[in-house]
């Protein structure tokens, strides 16, 4: 018995500590709808970075896996705490300074701004995401800002399908 458990042992640790991996640090995570499109598209599999804000904070245009009852959303952060945000004319705007959001001129964002969703100013530990097909995206405008508890880690690696392997930004 003793022999059988040393030859076992190996093995055991081994996927303890894969567990341990896929538990605490990175997981494969799929793409489910067409809310991120045309960076993501639909069962996409993408490698989740669960230690990338241990000691960082998400930065604006992160793409990030947001925890919800029900599912996970796949988002990107568009606002950060303590910030006026406002979508005027198909353009990103930030404490009234224009930013490039960096997405084509075909994806239009109707106006909206963080008053829309109750409260001026981005809270604390809260952020604003949104998916990059604004037409077709489940995101703050309906859901109100995102608490950082919420933001599981990020992602902007693309493993499968193979042709879409790379890092998306």
Do not use: H, W
């Not at 245009?61 to 925890?67: A, G, K, L, S, T």
Request: overall charge negative; charged content about 30%.
């Amino acid at each position: 018995m003793k022999d059988n458990l040393k030859k076992l042992l190996p093995y055991i640790i081994v996927v303890i500590v894969v567990i341990l991996i896929k538990v605490y640090v990175v997981t494969p995570i799929r793409v489910n709808g067409k809310s991120m499109e045309p960076t993501l598209y639909e069962k996409d599999i993408m490698i989740l970075n669960k230690t990338a804000y241990y000691f960082n904070e998400p930065e604006r245009f992160d793409i990030v896996v947001v925890n919800m009852p029900d599912e996970y959303l796949i988002k990107r952060v568009i606002g950060l705490p303590g910030e006026v945000v406002e979508y005027k004319d198909n353009k990103l705007y930030v404490n009234g300074e224009e930013v490039d959001d960096g997405l084509s001129d075909d994806i239009i964002t109707n106006d909206f701004s963080t008053s829309d969703l109750g409260s001026e100013v981005i809270p604390d530990d809260c952020y604003l995401v949104l998916g990059d097909n604004r037409e077709n995206s489940l995101d703050s405008r309906e859901l109100g800002f995102i608490s950082k508890d919420q933001i599981i880690g990020r992602t902007s690696l693309t493993i499968l399908p193979f042709d879409r392997i790379g890092f998306k930004e």
